[in-house]
């Protein structure tokens, strides 16, 4: 079965949703500063997560950011500390499995193109 335009053109729109929280969960450092903030539920600050992840101040900060604008991670104050907590948006959630059950279906309808059948 043959991939229509407007299959396509849905397809595109659905990355284009998702740009930022694959862009963001495309970084090897970021997808280990999630796996540290998913072991460590009650959230982190800054200070823990570069003792965790081996990495300077400025660029866990870095990494922090672009994970809150990309709505994977969320922060907390208490008092004078900032905790940084892993809880994606059911936005952002309900995005990626959208686009990757496009990704399935685009595939699924593709033909064989390994040579063997």
């Known amino acids: 079965m043959q991939v229509t335009d407007k299959e396509l053109e849905q397809h ?3 990355f284009q949703k998702c740009r930022k929280a ?3 969960l495309g ?3 970021r997808q280990e500063l999630c796996m540290i ?7 982190l600050r800054v200070a823990d997560l570069v003792q965790e992840a081996n990495l300077s101040r400025s660029v866990v900060s870095h990494h922090m950011k672009v ?3 990309a709505g994977i991670v969320k922060t907390r104050k208490e ?3 900032i905790y ?3 809880e994606m948006d059911n936005v952002v959630t309900d995005q990626l499995i959208t686009y990757l059950q ?5 595939l699924r309808n593709l033909p064989d193109r390994s040579g063997e059948g």
């Open 12 to 14: 595109r729109q659905r």
């Open 22 to 24: 694959l862009h963001a």
């Open 27 to 29: 970084n090897e450092s």
């Open 37 to 43: 903030l998913m072991m460590n539920s009650n959230g």
């Open 67 to 69: 994970l809150i604008e």
């Open 79 to 81: 008092g004078t500390y």
């Open 84 to 86: 940084y907590y892993l």
């Open 102 to 106: 496009s990704v399935k279906n685009i």
